[in-house]
Structures are given as C-alpha cells and as structure tokens.
Nanobody, 123 residues
C-alpha cells in the first residue's frame, strides 16, 4: 500500500522556520516527482514546490521562492520542505504528493497524496 505521510507541522512565529517531512513508502518512487501543496481555509489547494527523485530539478511557487527549500533524501525515501522567513499567509494544511510527470504534479494531478500537516504562522 502506497503511503505518503507528512510530519513537522505546528505553530511558528512570523519570521520563524519550520521543516516539514514526507515519508514515502509502498512502491519504488524512482523517476517520480515529489511535491508540496497547501490549502488555507476557504481557499483552493495551491502548488508550493516540487522536486524530481534525483534531486537535481526543483520548482517553486513565486510566493515561496527564496524562502522555502525542497530537498530529498533518497536513502530515507523522504522529501523535506524547509520553511524560512515564514509569513502569516503561509498558514495552511500542507500536503505531500507524487506523480511520474512533473508538469501534471505542478497542476495538482498527483497520483498519490498524503493526509496533510497543519502549519500555523502567528503574527
């Protein structure tokens, strides 16, 4: 059974840092793109960042570029999202997703999704 399990969410002050993790299991994810989306209350789910399995290609939403960093540990089958210089507008449920096609992943068509981890940035 394929699972994507997010962790690391919590409460952080404006300007603070948080690191999210997504542990992938249940299949061989080689050649998969991994990504993060987020959804704030009342808003649509939006793309945050994506990385290929080899870790040499990344994409970021403009709203997080320069503040967030996506990375991958192949040995641990885990994807990370380092959140720095957090803003109140970063408050959302963060979801991990996977797709063989990076463009489809960025459009929200994940083959697999985690259940999310909540990030709250206090002002």
């Amino acid at each position: 059974q394929v699972q994507l399990v997010e962790s690391g969410g919590g409460l952080v002050q404006t300007g603070g840092s948080l690191r999210l993790a997504c542990a992938a299991s249940g299949r061989d994810f080689t050649y998969y793109w991994m990504g993060w989306f987020r959804q704030a209350p009342g808003d649509d789910r939006e793309f945050v960042a994506a990385i290929n399995w080899s870790g040499d290609r990344t994409y970021y939403a403009e709203s997080v570029k320069g503040r967030f960093t996506i990375s991958i540990d192949n040995a641990k089958n885990t994807v990370y999202l380092q959140m720095n210089s957090s803003k109140p507008e970063d408050t959302a449920e963060y979801y991990c997703t996977a797709n063989l096609n990076g463009e489809r992943l960025r459009w929200g068509y994940g083959d697999y999704w985690g259940k999310g981890t909540l990030v709250t940035v206090s002002s």
